[in-house]
């Protein structure tokens, strides 16, 4: 869904459309052979996030980690190795302070396509394995507080009627 800004006489402006999303979305990062990954569109967050379980910093300013495709199936994972972009330090909600690993790679929703920056930490007790920030969001996506998964829902096995096979 796209939505075209006017100005105060009904033309349209010299942005780009938006992209309407949910607070809630399954993305793809398809550098790295991730698909359906839930994120979370957070406003709140300048940098996005992925949940990784380790992370081995290598020579050259690269970094190696492991990614788990499946929380229910924790030998799923996969293990991806790119370019350090930067690094940034970041104060918790709690106040705590430590140092992030920034990655780029390019993030798929729906038709949408975008390079973004990727902090890696650990999101083990969290619902979403990614949370998008602003930085990913802006300009082009506009978050619906109030929707999810406008971009598709997650794939359901379909359960036999009583009688049915499948």
């Given amino acids: ?10 033309h349209g402006d010299d942005h780009p459309p938006k992209t309407l999303i949910g ?20 406003t709140g967050a300048r ?17 190696r980690f492991e990614v788990v495709v499946n929380r229910n199936k924790p030998d799923q994972h996969i293990w991806v190795e790119t ?4 690094r940034t ?22 038709e949408f396509e975008k390079e973004i920056e990727l902090s890696l930490v650990s999101r083990k007790n969290m619902l979403c394995r990614m949370l998008l920030g602003r930085k990913a969001l802006e ?11 406008i971009h598709g829902r997650k794939l359901r096995k379909k359960k036999p009627r009583r009688g049915e096979t499948l």
Avoid: Q
């Fill in 89 to 110: 330090r970041v104060k918790s909600s709690f106040g705590a302070t430590h140092d992030r690993l920034i990655v780029r790679t390019l993030v798929k929703l729906g």
């Fill in 139 to 149: 300009p082009e996506l506009i978050v619906d507080p109030h929707r999810r998964y």
């Fill in 83 to 86: 370019d350090i972009i930067r």
């Fill in 23 to 42: 607070w809630r979305e399954y993305v793809s990062l398809p550098e790295w052979g991730l698909t359906r990954i839930k994120a979370k569109a957070d």
């Fill in 1 to 10: 869904m796209s939505i075209t800004h006017h100005d105060k006489t009904g």
């Fill in 47 to 63: 940098t996005s996030v992925i949940d990784v379980r380790e992370v081995i910093e290598l020579e050259d300013n690269r970094v």
